[in-house]
């Protein structure tokens, strides 16, 4: 089965960086669009950014410039490097990646279990 496990997170300072990983299994890593979401506290799930099996990135508009999504077919791995953290970057950030159903057309979604990142001085 799928599985998308994340790591990297923790508690930074304003200003400061973290590199978030997510290893995933039971795909064929290299055909699929990959992403980051985040959920903050009483918030919906909102979208970071996503990258395509051709390495197409596409960003919340409120993160261009900050953060930078990045994946290596070798290991099936996809990052996530967050640059100039601020307050309002704390959150729970998953994986996501998903499958086209064929001839529905549906789309079935894979989620991680989440890593909470804290930004805080």
């Known amino acids: 089965q799928v599985q998308l496990v994340e790591s990297g997170g923790g508690l930074v300072q304003p200003g400061g960086s973290l590199r978030l990983s997510c290893a995933a299994s039971?795909?064929?890593?290299?055909?699929?669009?990959m992403g980051w979401y985040r959920q903050a506290p009483g918030k919906e799930r909102e979208l970071v950014a996503t990258?395509?099996?051709?390495?197409?990135?596409v960003y919340a508009d409120s993160l261009k410039g900050r953060f930078t999504i990045s994946r290596d077919n070798a290991k099936n791995t996809v990052y996530l490097q967050m640059n100039s953290l601020k307050p309002e970057d704390t959150a729970v950030y998953y994986c996501?990646?998903?499958?086209?159903?064929?001839?529905?057309?549906?789309?079935?979604?894979?989620w991680g279990q989440g890593t909470q990142v804290t930004v805080s001085s």
């Open positions: 996501n990646t998903y499958k086209i159903v064929p001839v529905s057309g549906g789309r079935v979604d894979y």
């Open positions: 039971g795909i064929a890593f290299s055909l699929n669009t």
């Open positions: 990258i395509t099996s051709v390495r197409t990135t």
